[in-house]
């Protein structure tokens, strides 16, 4: 990944946090055919080793997972995207004062490599499942879980699937989020963001545009 040195986020904590907040990864690896990448949700073992472990579950009928297997030490790469937003050159102060601007993207991304270990056992599988349910079932009022449904039928769903482990061997973060630019500027795609909102996650780049650019809110 290319990381100018002030995009560039090393805490840990803040690695993690963006891994939890946006579980969906684009785990690649590479095979006899060249790259395979799918998207699939994560749960983040924080405490295991020094960087944390990644634990997933692939369809069987997924062919990555035997590529996986054939090549067990071969590493892997999973993305994480947090949140991100088109920046128009109309919100910098520098517009109005030389014209000499144009239009970026700003974003916040992990991107973890490691080791994987295929996983069959069911009782491995079964915990796997319930806790990245949980992870996203307990906020809500009347959270779902695994048991409420028929156990024969979770059963059944848990033989067409593969767990996967992965062991974190380097975790990188890049935060693009207006740093380079002047705090006029800053200010300006903050306000901007927040007026008007181009996509969904736009409020999350605002404040991230903040709190990385040491702007206070008027």
């Known amino acids: 990944m290319y990381q100018p040195p002030h995009f560039q986020e090393t805490r840990q904590d803040v690695l993690h946090g963006l891994v939890r907040a946006h579980p969906l990864g684009l785990l690649i690896s590479n095979g006899a055919e060249g790259p395979v990448a799918n ?6 073992d924080a405490e295991i080793g020094t960087k944390g472990r990644l634990r997933a579950h692939l369809a069987k009928a997924n062919p990555q997972w035997r590529q996986l297997a054939e090549n067990p030490a071969s590493p892997v790469l999973v993305v994480f995207q947090g949140a991100d937003a088109y920046v128009t050159p109309s919100w910098y102060e520098t517009k109005r004062e030389t014209g000499k601007v144009v ?7 992990v991107q973890v490599r490691g080791t994987v270990k295929v996983i069959e056992d069911q009782a491995w599988l079964a915990q796997q499942i319930a806790e990245l349910t949980a992870s996203q ?4 009022e009347a959270p779902w879980a695994v ?3 028929p156990a024969g039928f979770i059963q059944s769903q848990i033989k067409g699937i593969i767990g996967l ?7 990188s973060g890049k935060w693009k989020v207006s740093q380079n630019r002047p705090v006029a500027d800053r200010v300006g795609v903050a306000e901007g963001l927040e007026s ?6 736009a409020p999350d780049m605002a404040e991230l545009v903040r709190s990385y650019g040491g702007i206070e809110r008027q």
Do not use: H, K, M, V
């Open 165 to 171: 482990e992965i062991e974190i061997t380097d975790i």
């Open 147 to 149: 048991t409420d449904a």
């Open 137 to 140: 079932e307990g906020s809500r």
């Open 39 to 44: 998207a699939i949700p994560f749960l983040l």
């Open 196 to 201: 008007e909102a181009p996509s969904a996650s």
């Open 103 to 109: 239009p970026t993207w700003n974003y916040a991304i």
